[in-house]
């Protein structure tokens, strides 16, 4: 596949990423901006890669915002944010993105999270957010069979936040883990890439990537 990689600000990083790939196999990425909130200009988005591309076969929902938001510190913002991104555009970018997905009898692949049913203190709009993704993910299989597979993939703790993490809450997820060890991020591409080339007869379901974790802790 050739890939369009979408940005929001982060320009540099996205035409790095863009050089990497198009240095081991020439004019296969392109980048796309927009911002994921401002819901008028999706479908924008979507005809921009078919007019560069002519066509598309794969849409990857792993856009997400991902902060704490304490009950007494809760804002309107906060709920417009952590909605907007991880809910409102997968649903929207789906809606521009079906007709050309059906054409090519394509897939959806939404990254939900492990957090979707079991809930992660001090986030009381950011589970919701990804439990409603979690359904939409069910819907869309539903209604846009047979032509378009619709699936999500949960990732566990993989990557620590950029922002770091005490060790010991570090240490205190690992227990929970029946693998005892973080995941990589190869570890979600490559359940990607197993929903997309491999699953042909997989829709309305996410797996877990977590090590185990979500088993019983």
Known sequence: MNIAIHYRGSAQEADTLAAELNAERADSAITVQADLLDTPRLPGLV???????????????NASSFYPTPLD??????????????????????????PHLKKSHGNIINIVDIHAQRPLGNHPVYGPAKAGLAMLTRSLAKDLAPDVRVNGVSPGAILWPEDGMPEKVEQAIIKQVPLKRTG????IAKTVLFLVKDAHYITGQIIAVDGGRSIGW
């Open 73 to 98: 510190e809760v804002t309107e913002e906060n709920w417009n944010d952590l909605l907007g991104t991880n809910l409102k555009a997968p649903l929207f970018l789906a809606k521009a993105a079906a």
């Open 184 to 187: 990589e991020p190869a570890d």
């Open 47 to 61: 005809n921009d890669v078919i007019e560069r591309t002519g066509r598309l076969d794969l849409l990857l929902n």
